[in-house]
């Protein structure tokens, strides 16, 4: 067992230091924010993630786990670093919550320990952050790719553990640390393990805006992007995940992620034209699901009262960071465009929109209906109610989620995307 000193406790660092405590380690988690601090010493986690507040709650209730404000790292065996690196303006990564950390904790490293950073950070910060420690203690690269909306589950049942670490010392001790889950370890160098992070979350965007721009094909030769994407994924070389053609990836983490690493190819000499090609289709795509949206109202879009069904970036989530229905809901708001939203767990205001907390209310006098985040519930809705409701009969459906057979029932139009309908 493990002394742990897990500093942010966001989506990562949370389910890391719950997570590492259920494992048997003794997890301190500490973070800025005193307000978070004191509802997760309650047990009270506030995002939505399945399993983390009953694993919050067993790690409080068995000890293993604590809640701090300010880090505690003096008789730590470990140090993770599990901190924003939100895009800066120049488009790279912003280290700065990185080496505030580093420079509040890094005198108080006792001897021994080891810094293990699993913010996503470019190429070079585990090397410039050991040589700010004079290299005193190894500072290990060691990757996290859980998705939002199952945190836990992925921790738990990693596809592989990457530990970069010109130390193999250290790089074996980290391992230990996941000795119980059945996942190949990976030792790689510190500048190998952070690529492959950014690397695997643009492949991640490649392959879906590459999945999107087929699905602009299909709608142009009349073939339906589900018979195309699942007839190329069920080649075992290339699987059907992540293929699914929608309004646009987003996130917290593919758009910023996709951003720095052009950036560090350029930086290193290298014009990453594939990749610039899979951000610029994403940009097109929330285009097109505009012009899909004028297309159901005849062409004009001030004064038109629309609504938008599902905020949040995916469904099993209220992050709305870089949501593709921002990007969507601003152009719409800018061509003077009336908005209304609904999102089961989003109710918190967004510019130009306004967010109602019942779907039925939503639809009131709409001239157009538009899906943008695939929750569950919304295959349940009942369309005949909203028939009656709404102004137009147009439901642009941007994530393919709905029945069509059920929607035209109803007596209104189905428009998917990559599909002959609503073109
Ligand atoms: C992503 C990666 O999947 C994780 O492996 C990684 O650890 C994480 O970023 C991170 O860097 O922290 P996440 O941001 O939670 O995870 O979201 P994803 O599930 O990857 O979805 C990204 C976007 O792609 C969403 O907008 C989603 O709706 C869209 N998507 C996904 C599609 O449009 N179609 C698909 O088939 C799959």
Redesign the pocket.
């Known amino acids: 067992m493990a002394t742990i000193a897990v500093v942010g406790t966001g989506?990562?660092g949370l389910a890391a230091g719950a997570c590492l405590a259920e494992l048997g380690h003794r997890v301190s988690c500490s973070d800025v924010d005193g307000d978070k601090v004191r509802l997760l010493r309650a047990g009270k986690v506030d995002i939505i993630e399945p399993g983390l507040g009953e694993l919050v709650r067993s790690g409080l209730a068995n000890g293993r786990l604590r809640f701090l404000t300010t880090p505690t790292v003096t008789d730590a065996d470990f140090v993770f670093l599990c901190v924003p690196t939100p895009m800066a303006a120049d488009g790279g990564a912003d280290l700065s919550a990185v080496t505030s950390v580093m420079r509040q904790i890094g005198d108080q490293l006792p001897p021994g320990c080891v810094v293990v950073n699993k913010s996503?950070v470019p190429v070079g910060t585990a090397t410039m952050l050991s040589e700010s420690l004079n290299g005193r203690v190894p500072v290990v690269s060691n990757p996290?790719?859980?998705?939002?909306?199952s945190a836990v589950h992925?921790f738990l049942h990693p596809d592989r553990i990457v530990v970069g670490s010109d130390d193999l010392t250290a790089a074996r001790r980290v391992a230990e640390l996941y000795a119980a889950l059945p996942a190949p370890v990976l030792v790689t160098s510190t500048a190998s393990a952070e690529l492959i992070?950014y690397a695997?979350?643009s492949f991640?965007a490649v392959k879906?805006s590459y999945?999107n721009a087929i699905a602009e094909l299909c709608e142009r030769l009349g073939a339906d992007v589900a018979d195309v994407v699942k007839g190329v994924g069920q080649d075992h070389r290339i699987g059907e995940?992540?293929?699914?053609?929608?309004p646009?990836?987003?996130?917290?983490?593919?758009p910023k992620?996709t951003s720095a690493l052009l950036r560090t190819a350029s930086a290193a000499g290298q014009h990453f034209s594939l990749l610039e090609a899979a951000i610029a289709t994403n940009v097109r795509q929330h285009s097109r699901v505009v012009a899909k949206i004028r297309g159901a109202l005849g062409g004009e879009l001030r004064g038109a009262r629309i609504c938008l069904l599902g905020l949040a970036?995916?469904a099993g989530?209220n992050d709305m960071r870089d949501?593709?229905a921002l990007a969507v809901a601003a152009t719409l708001a800018a061509e003077g465009a009336e908005l209304t939203g609904y999102d089961p767990v989003v109710t918190a205001d967004v510019p130009g929109l306004r967010v109602v907390d019942d779907p039925y209310e939503a639809v009131k006098d709409a001239g157009v209906i538009v899906l943008l985040t695939?929750w569950p519930e919304f295959r349940g809705l009942e369309w005949t109610a909203i028939r009656a409701l709404a102004a137009g009969d147009v439901v642009v459906d941007a994530r393919n989620h709905l029945d069509p057979t059920v929607v035209t029932a109803a007596g209104m139009r189905w428009w998917g995307i990559g599909c002959s309908r609503g073109v």
């Not at 996290?144 to 909306?149: D, Q, S, T, V």
């Not at 646009?248 to 593919?254: E, I, P, R």
């Open positions: 989506y990562v996503t996290e790719f859980l998705r939002e909306g992925d992070k695997a979350n991640l879906l999945a995940s992540f293929l699914r053609a929608g646009g990836w987003g996130g917290s983490c593919l992620d970036f995916k989530t949501s593709p695939e």
